[in-house]
């Protein structure tokens, strides 16, 4: 079948996000090479230390992508491969890049393994555990706001995410993910205010409908 | 490094006073975003550290027992095993040529095949130089090599292995697309295709070719070199590139550049216009031009004319200053360690990368024939 990509690559490029450039981290790649050569050594100390560290980044990695409740298991997965492929990582001081590109990695591969049936029960399995779970607004308003910081573009909702969710800050974002400051800075600065006029307009969407009931 | 100092790299974003509590928590608390904290909180990841399976260290050299390094009888052993092996050593090689060396080959759906055979659940295939793999409309699949990275192959793919040699994987993409995960160090892996030469100088990115060879390259993490016939684009993340065939890597654009910002670089890039067209759409390009179209204004530096060239770098001035050592006058006749050091200012990895790439490896020429 043949096949043109001008108009294809202006969608492909409107339809995908994309995600800051890495920077490295001096004085806190010193720790992590030296944990992730304890760690490749046997060590596995080292290696839950490098878990400590690194858990919430790949926490909210997988959370911008797949459903609430797969999350913790695939987390786990994301460090049993790291830990696997351990002595494939050269530079030992972007162990923080790798573990992200192995844990967006396997949030792509969750979605092409789950046919659209089983993509549909896990959403509608997560919204059951929302209801039973919910004792009150605030749980609704949990799951309403993550669905819309999902709605942004990829750039952006791993960048809040790790801010809102996991309580990360700006430099640790950086740190952890090797992204430069100055992305993470400015991911935050427009993700926030897209997210505040999602925000906005949801709740200009609903205020009709609750009216009307 | 001092948060001053880090507000004052802000690349591509000017940034308010206010925002210290969305930064780093200090400041005057933002009340919204306490709300959002507040409640998104219950997501947050708690489980603690799991039970790890030990994993056995590489062992090398000098890990192995003292007395078998120097038993006696341990060199006469090899020597009655070599021997004895070199035949069935001989007759494989001339059975299975360039059967080792390669990348694991995975069905993700559908019938992909390398060469004619299907790959199938039950067994991993070996992707080794010189073969082709592809995937008809259903089909995906994968790529892995431990020391290199994984990509991802999408229906109506066609790519071959070209080298495997150390220190350079290459492949060529024919047409198709993949997405990449390399955690090779920069510059060790290299996609030829019809258009241009793709050079992994980071993480992840996506690359689509057509059937009349154009392409497209999208860097997700990281950044991408595309060159050919000495017309090179770095491609950081968050940015696109397109390139065409005989014509190479067009000039790369922030993938939040107005769409009138992309349709008039494109015609500059890849239409034949007379010189007052293409004075017409470097106007447009120039005024419809924002902070974060500096990455496409730097590369325009060198790929204008002259005259053109000063209302270019007046514009960029605008948006990055030109750093201390780059001088007005070095730009316009396209000084490199000027370029260079302008680039650096942008808030971009360092091109040195690049540059060393450039000197050891010469093969830049894309796969010709498929």
């Known amino acids: 079948m043949a096949f043109s990509l001008g108009d294809t690559f202006d969608s492909l490029v409107a339809t995908q996000g994309a995600l800051p450039m890495r920077e490295k981290c001096a004085p806190e790649a010193l720790d992590d090479t030296s944990l992730v050569l304890a760690a490749r050594d046997g060590d596995r100390a080292a290696f839950g230390r490098l878990y400590d560290r690194y858990a919430r980044m790949v926490h909210g990695v997988l959370l911008a992508r797949v459903p609430v409740d797969e999350v ?27 573990l992200g590109a192995i844990a967006r990695n396997l949030a792509n591969d969750y979605y092409r393994h789950s046919s659209p049936q089983q993509q549909l029960e896990e959403e509608m399995s997560v919204q059951k555990i929302e209801a039973v779970n919910s004792g009150g607004d605030q749980q609704c308003s949990a799951v309403a706001i993550l669905d819309t910081i999902r709605t942004l573009s990829e750039t952006y909702r791993e960048t809040l995410i790790l801010r809102l969710v996991e309580g990360m800050t700006g430099p640790e974002i950086a740190a952890r993910t090797g992204m430069t400051t ?17 925000l906005r307009s949801r709740a200009r969407n609903d205020s009709p409908q609750q009216e009307s009931q | 490094m001092t948060r001053d100092r880090e507000k004052d ?117 070996r992707l080794a130089v010189g073969q082709v793999l592809e995937t008809d409309q259903q089909s995906r699949a994968r790529l892995h090599a431990e020391d290199i990275g994984q990509i991802e192959i999408e229906p109506s793919t066609r790519l071959r292995v070209l080298s495997v040699a150390p220190g350079l994987e290459r492949i060529a993409l024919d047409r198709g697309m993949i997405h990449t995960y390399i955690w090779a160090p920069p510059g060790r ?43 090179e684009s770095f491609i950081p993340s968050g940015a696109a590139c397109a390139t065409r065939p005989k014509l190479g890597p067009g000039t790369p654009y922030s993938e939040e550049a107005s769409p009138e910002f992309r349709a008039a670089l494109a015609r500059l890039d890849f239409e034949d216009s007379t010189s007052q067209q293409s004075s017409e759409d470097l106007a447009i390009v120039l005024g419809a031009a924002r902070k974060g179209d500096a990455l496409t204004l730097w590369h325009l530096l060198s790929r204008v004319s002259e005259d053109q060239r000063v209302l270019v770098f007046d514009r960029l001035q605008e948006f990055v200053p030109a750093p201390a050592g780059v001088m007005k006058e070095g730009v316009l006749r396209l000084d490199q360690r000027m370029l260079d050091l302008w680039w650096k200012a942008l808030g971009f990895d360092d091109i040195s990368v690049w540059r060393r790439w450039e000197l050891s490896w010469s093969g830049a020429a894309p796969a010709g024939t498929k």
């Open chain 2, 189 to 231: 892996f290299v996609v030829d295709t019809p258009s241009a030469v793709t050079v992994d100088l980071g993480c992840a990115y996506t690359l689509q070719v057509d059937d009349s060879g154009a392409g497209l390259v999208r860097t997700s993490m990281g950044w991408v070199g595309f060159k050919l016939n000495g017309r």
């Open chain 2, 9 to 125: 790299q802000t690349p591509n974003e000017s940034v308010a006073g206010h925002d210290d509590y969305l930064w780093d928590g200090s400041g005057e608390p933002d009340p919204e975003m306490q709300r959002l904290e507040g409640i998104l909180g219950r997501f947050r990841h708690t489980r603690p550290a799991p039970v790890f399976p030990n994993v056995a260290p590489a062992r090398g050299w000098t890990s192995f027992p003292w007395r078998m390094r120097l038993s006696p009888a341990l060199p006469i052993s090899v020597a009655v095993v070599a021997i004895l092996a070199a035949p069935v050593f001989v007759y494989q090689r001339k059975s299975v040529p360039a059967a080792v060396a390669g990348w694991d080959v995975s069905r993700v759906a559908g019938a992909p095949r390398v060469e004619r055979r299907i790959i199938d659940d039950a067994q991993t295939s």
């Open chain 1, 72 to 98: 913790d298991d695939l987390v786990q997965d994301v460090f049993l491969i790291a830990l696997r492929r351990l002595s494939t990582l050269r530079e030992n001081d972007r162990f923080g890049a790798w």
């Open chain 1, 182 to 198: 100055g992305s993470v800075r400015v991911n935050l600065h427009r993700g926030m205010q897209q997210l505040r006029a999602a």
